[in-house]
């Protein structure tokens, strides 16, 4: 079966190889709907590894203290 189809649509080829790999592997332990969660989180742990996708501990994780900003501006 073909788990990337219906879980992992907009992956690339390559990608959605290694899912499911990784989903029938998994199936042998778990159900279904356990190895494709495991397998989704699995193949965006990668992603965030390798794509530096990761928060360093210098971030602010998005937000943007407004008044610190314009601190200087003032």
């Known amino acids: 079966m073909d788990y990337a189809d219906k879980y992992y ?3 690339s080829p390559a990608n959605k190889k290694k899912f499911n ?3 029938r592997d998994l199936r042998i332990d778990m159900s ?3 190895a494709v969660s495991e397998g989704l989180r699995q193949m965006q742990q990668q992603t ?3 794509a ?6 210098n971030s ?4 943007i203290n407004m008044k610190d900003y314009y601190k200087g501006m003032l």
């Open 52 to 57: 530096g996708g990761g928060i360093s501990k």
């Open 32 to 34: 279904l709907e356990s």
């Open 48 to 50: 965030k590894s390798t």
């Open 60 to 63: 602010t994780g998005g937000f």
């Open 21 to 23: 790999s990784l989903v």
């Open 9 to 11: 649509k907009n992956a």
